[in-house]
């Protein structure tokens, strides 16, 4: 048999295999992603050498990371395309086509469709990593503006302004505040000005399990408060926004003075201190 149709069958056997182990596998999910690579991928490395395939060692071992390789760069592309989930067989061809693929780049001759090959995975891989960090830029510019809070951030005495939530989520922004050493942080979320601090520091959300027996009173004109053995939930208006600060050791008046002040802040300014 020519020495491609015996690669081919080879290949063939990795894929059937793949097939096999995915459907019978009584592993868990991360047991099964290890099992369903590494298992034909290991018959693979036999099969070359019972077929006597020329460099089955160097081609059986690296057929591994290329594998791995090809699938983390695959799935990339799924999701910057936002492509359909493909059928189960053609997602689990992969290990059979990272072996093809190692077993062209040790096959004598085939110089430029090598190098072709090569440099069209290299850069598929690199390019991967400022496409999808421009597309989630995008989508979280898309999702401050669109959240319907003016974009305004409180001054909280002795903390600075660190991160910014990546998910902004509900028409609600997060932030949060840090002092010098990473001491203390206050959690920070900005709702829209309808939203009544009143109403929410009686119904928290998100509520804590140390809300269950904390008071809500008014510790300032407008700034409503409940706390808790080490802890203070802070809610009122300031800047066009309603605001809730939680915090943990951080003392009341802190919470309170930061609704006296607040600054104006971008969208991109948010996005360069986004948390992921």
């Given at each position: 048999m020519?020495?491609w ?6 290949a063939l056997?990795?894929w059937v295999?793949?097939l ?6 009584p592993?868990?999910?991360f047991?099964d ?16 050498w019972?077929?006597?395939l ?12 290329g594998s ?15 492509a359909?989930?493909?059928p189960v067989?053609v ?5 059979a086509?990272?072996?093809?693929i190692?077993?062209?780049?040790f096959s004598?001759g085939?110089?430029w469709p ?7 995975l ?17 989508e979280f ?6 959240a319907g809070v003016?974009l305004?951030v409180?001054?909280i005495?002795g903390h600075?302004?660190?991160s910014?939530?990546s998910?902004?989520m509900?028409g609600n922004?997060g932030?949060?505040y ?6 203390t ?6 709702h ?6 009143e109403?929410?520091c009686?119904d928290p959300?998100p ?16 700034v409503?408060?409940r706390?808790?053995p080490?802890w203070v939930r802070?809610?009122?208006?300031a800047?066009?926004?309603?605001m809730q ?7 009341e008046?802190v919470?309170?003075?930061g609704?006296?002040q607040?600054?104006p802040?971008?969208?991109e ?8």
């Amino acid at each position: 048999m020519p020495l491609w149709g015996r690669r081919l069958l080879v290949a063939l056997a990795i894929w059937v295999t793949t097939l096999a182990f995915e459907h019978w596998s009584p592993m868990d999910e991360f047991g099964d992603f290890v099992l369903v690579v590494t298992a034909p991928l290991m018959l693979g490395l036999i099969l070359g050498w019972l077929a006597r395939l020329p460099w089955w060692l160097p081609t059986g071992l690296l057929a591994f990371p290329g594998s791995y390789f090809l699938m983390v760069t695959a799935s990339a592309w799924h999701d910057l395309l936002e492509a359909d989930t493909p059928p189960v067989p053609v997602s689990l061809a992969l290990p059979a086509l990272g072996y093809l693929i190692v077993s062209l780049l040790f096959s004598p001759g085939f110089r430029w469709p090598k190098i072709g090959l090569s440099a069209i995975l290299v850069v598929g891989f690199a390019v991967t990593g400022p496409l999808e960090e421009s597309r989630s830029d995008s989508e979280f510019h898309e999702m401050i503006t669109s959240a319907g809070v003016p974009l305004v951030v409180p001054i909280i005495p002795g903390h600075t302004l660190a991160s910014s939530s990546s998910f902004p989520m509900d028409g609600n922004i997060g932030l949060t505040y840090e002092s010098p050493g990473r001491e203390t942080r206050v959690e920070v979320f900005l709702h829209p000005e309808t939203s009544e601090p009143e109403e929410m520091c009686l119904d928290p959300v998100p509520r804590l399990a140390v809300d269950e027996d904390a008071v809500c009173r008014e510790a300032a004109p407008g700034v409503w408060v409940r706390t808790a053995p080490g802890w203070v939930r802070a809610l009122g208006r300031a800047g066009g926004v309603t605001m809730q600060m939680i915090a943990h050791d951080v003392p009341e008046e802190v919470l309170v003075g930061g609704f006296a002040q607040t600054r104006p802040v971008t969208a991109e300014e948010l996005g360069e201190l986004r948390d992921v």
